[in-house]
């Protein structure tokens, strides 16, 4: 229970001042949903709250209420050939009241990424699934596929308790023997993934995953680990794969795999292996006719087709949640996930009513658009808290291969010249309609860590171009013929502005190049679409990051893949690649980072042992964050934002969430299973 109620202790305390979501009216309207007397959030008829906020164990729940449910089945699967619905449920089945009423099954919802492996983080979380999640106002971690957890005294000892009877969407149990599947056969074979990933090493060593019995399971860490629940609640990575399918491409347990993968046209059993695994699941795109079009899964629809054009889903027959009305989640019979590129044809079918929901992409530039055709009843759209997430931000490359254009990405007062550039007065006007508050970039949000000073966000963010000249002259960039500025070796300074619409409006961009062309830094901006965008990061193939910082909550501080105190300081900026290759081999690969860097990498590996809340948090955190802003390791324009959300009026149950974007990965917080589609 001290576990427990520390937990919800350390999110109330970050995100205070969200106002949650439980017991708001959903969107859409008044309640249309079949007439019930089952509760709902919005009418619990006197049922106490269980263990756990806004869900109840089977056992809990009949207890509860004194009624015992009888188990319902979405219709479509009446004539599937499969076992009766009780039989497909867990033993101790989740129950979760629904929003605002009792849903009806059927209907397709309709979605949209920008391509099969860009923009699709919204999607995925619908139908996301994780040992634990984040509840709906942000300010606790509740169980979701497992079915409780529990932390020892020192937080070295992490145990999950699972499902009895839980089973992969093809009928197969789900057991603890898939979560050391995943990580001895996975994630410590070295052939798969070389190195253990740095979100799962604590005190220089990997984690240890002990299976107790069926249904328990322990993670054990060689320092206090606090925020590994925190990171598994908002974090994309699932931590169980299917053992009795995924065996099969895997040398260990299949002596031909090679021979296997060499039949099908691969090198190896790897390459092989990498069709049916990666923990961003929308990089798998599996092979059709010789073997599956998917694996199973444990998520709320399954996928069963994919083509360049879309993906559709459908519901999982053996998926773990029923309503309060022993109806089996999820409602909708499919999700079909249509991918379209270009930003005006995504707009044009938001605005035509062809998109169920539309959180991801939708910018402020689209606000007024969006406003003003919401009379045609299509559809309504409200403008959620999002902090940092929509704020434009700069990053340098300073691990640059070209060493001169190194240099001069490290030397401060470059870095300040091109802050001091910056109108971001004239910024928040332009591109946030007014609404922020004009700031330099800072590891956490103003709004939410008191650990950010006011100095920190008015670090060198005044308008002040002259300044920015004489810093300029200063460090000796001269001014050639052409009124623009020269290398130190002579030749044309050029910043090459890469960016993808995905992470920038084009006229934030534009901006950057007039404010950098007026102190004769000449910049060059091209278009891409997010994968090319990303894989010049990967690479270290270009001159600077501009993306949204989605890693300034305390969701991400953490997460050592995301975390904003050390690079790469957040996603999508590419901000000192090879300085991370450096820490992650212990310098064996990479580049040597400066003392400021090796000092942020020595903080923060302290900072992880560090219980939330503690004065140590908030000292370490400071720290890290005076540093991050005086080096100028990312240029900020805009925070206190607000981003576009819209709902079809067709979708019910579906509330807003407390904050819009990755942070708290899109949706999943606010329970997409029982969503509905009035027909």
């Known amino acids: 229970m001290k576990k427990l109620l520390l937990t919800c202790l350390m999110l109330f305390v970050a995100l205070g001042l969200f106002a949650g979501a439980k017991g708001e009216k959903a969107s859409g309207g008044a ?81 949209m990424s920008r391509g099969p492996e860009s923009g699709t983080s919204e999607v995925l979380s619908i139908r996301h699934v994780n040992l634990v999640r984040m509840t709906d106002d942000l300010k606790a971690i509740v169980p979701d596929v497992a079915k409780d957890y529990e932390w020892n005294s020192d937080f070295t000892e992490l145990t999950f308790h699972l499902r009895e009877g839980h089973k992969w969407s093809d009928g197969e149990p789900f057991t603890t023997e898939d979560i050391r599947f995943w990580w001895e056969d996975i994630k410590l074979n070295k052939e798969l993934t070389g190195k253990v990933n740095s979100l799962f090493r604590f005190g220089g060593e990997p984690m240890k995953v002990t299976v107790v019995d069926k249904y328990t399971v322990k993670f054990g860490f060689n320092v206090p680990a606090p925020g590994f629940l925190l990171m598994l609640a908002s974090y994309y990575c699932q931590p169980f794969q299917p053992k009795h399918v995924l ?84 409602y909708t019979n499919e999700i079909d996930e249509v991918f379209h590129e270009d930003q005006e044809i995504m707009t044009l079918k938001v605005l035509n009513g062809e998109v169920d929901r539309k959180n991801q992409g939708m910018s402020l530039q689209q606000y007024t658009a969006l406003k003003e055709n919401e009379s045609k009843g299509l559809y309504k759209v409200k403008l959620i808290q999002n902090g940092l997430t929509s704020a434009k931000t700069f990053a340098l490359n300073p691990t640059h291969k070209d060493p001169v254009l190194r240099e001069l990405f490290n030397n401060i007062k470059f870095k300040q010249a091109l802050s001091l550039a910056l109108n971001r007065d004239e910024i928040n006007e332009i591109v946030y309609l007014g609404i922020g508050t004009p700031a330099q970039y800072t590891p956490g949000n103003p709004l939410t860590c008191s650990f950010i000073t006011p100095e920190m966000t008015k670090y060198m963010a005044e308008y002040n171009p002259e300044k920015s000249k004489a810093l300029l002259d200063e ?96 996603d999508s900026f ?64 805009v925070y206190d934002l607000k981003g576009p959300i819209v709902v079809g009026s067709r979708l019910k149950n579906a509330i807003d969430p407390a904050m819009k974007g990755y942070t708290y990965y899109y949706e999943y917080s606010i329970k997409p299973c029982q969503w509905y589609l009035e027909q």
């Open 31 to 111: 309640a249309t949903g079949p007439k019930s007397d089952a509760p709902t959030i919005a009418d619990m008829k006197g049922i106490p709250a269980g263990k756990y906020q806004g869900q109840y164990e089977l056992a809990e729940y009949e207890k509860l209420s004194g009624k015992k449910l009888e188990f319902k089945q979405n219709p479509i699967f009446d004539n599937a050939g499969l076992p009766p619905v009780a039989e497909r449920l867990p033993k101790d089945v989740m129950v979760l009241p629904p929003y605002n009423e009792i849903g009806k099954y059927g209907g397709t919802y309709r979605a």
């Open 247 to 330: 065996m099969k491409y895997h040398k260990k347990y299949n002596p031909d795999a090679d021979k296997l993968a060499a039949s099908l046209g691969f090198d190896n059993w790897v390459m092989l292996f990498g069709v049916y695994y990666n923990d961003w699941k929308d990089c798998v795109h599996c092979l059709s006719g010789k073997l599956p079009v998917s694996v199973p899964t444990l998520e709320s629809h399954v996928l069963v087709e994919e083509t360049t054009e879309h993906r559709l889903f459908k519901a999982n027959p053996f998926y773990h949640i029923v309503d309060t009305a022993g109806n089996q989640l999820p």
């Open 574 to 637: 590419g901000c000192g690649v090879e300085w991370l290759n450096w820490y992650n081999t212990n310098g064996k690969e990479g580049m040597e980072p400066p003392k400021d860097i090796k000092t942020l990498f020595d903080l923060y590996e302290k900072f992880l042992t560090t219980e939330f809340g503690t004065p140590e948090y908030y000292k370490l955190a400071g720290e890290m964050s005076e540093i991050v802003v005086k080096n100028l390791f990312l240029i900020g324009t």
């Open 475 to 570: 460090i000796g960039l001269k001014v050639g013929k052409d009124g623009f500025r020269l290398r130190p070796d002579g030749k044309p300074l050029v910043i090459y502005a890469t960016f993808t619409t995905q992470g920038s409006p084009a006229i934030m961009v534009e901006m950057l190049k007039e404010y950098w062309d007026a102190i004769g830094v000449r910049t060059e901006i091209k278009e891409v679409n997010t994968d090319l965008y990303k894989q010049l990061l990967a690479n270290n193939d270009h001159d600077i990051g501009i993306f949204s910082p989605t890693t300034t909550e305390i969701s991400s501080f953490y997460n050592r893949e995301y975390s904003p105190f050390i690079p790469e300081f957040g």
